[in-house]
């Protein structure tokens, strides 16, 4: 891996950690997990008692960390959490065990 590589997959990591640093956040991907990896936004707002744009800020947050995924059905934004992105982090963590 090239420094440029490992630069790269620190700020991944960062963001990550980034995103997962508020608890809101934390509940949010928690609920998204056990209700099936998929929400819409007003599920999300329904869910956590927020108004819209709190809950949107969230949201933009775990887009940029690659943490969710969104994608727009006519009117409505459906949110889907990117499991596999936890991967970078989970990585991270285990490279200690060595």
Known sequence: ???????????AINAIFKALDHPTRRQILLVMHFRGNVMTAGEIAERFSCRWPTVSRHMKVLERAGLVRVEKKGRERLYRFERNSMNAARFWFTSFDH
Do not use: Q, S, V
């Open 1 to 11: 891996m090239t420094g440029r590589d490992a630069n790269k997959e620190l700020e």
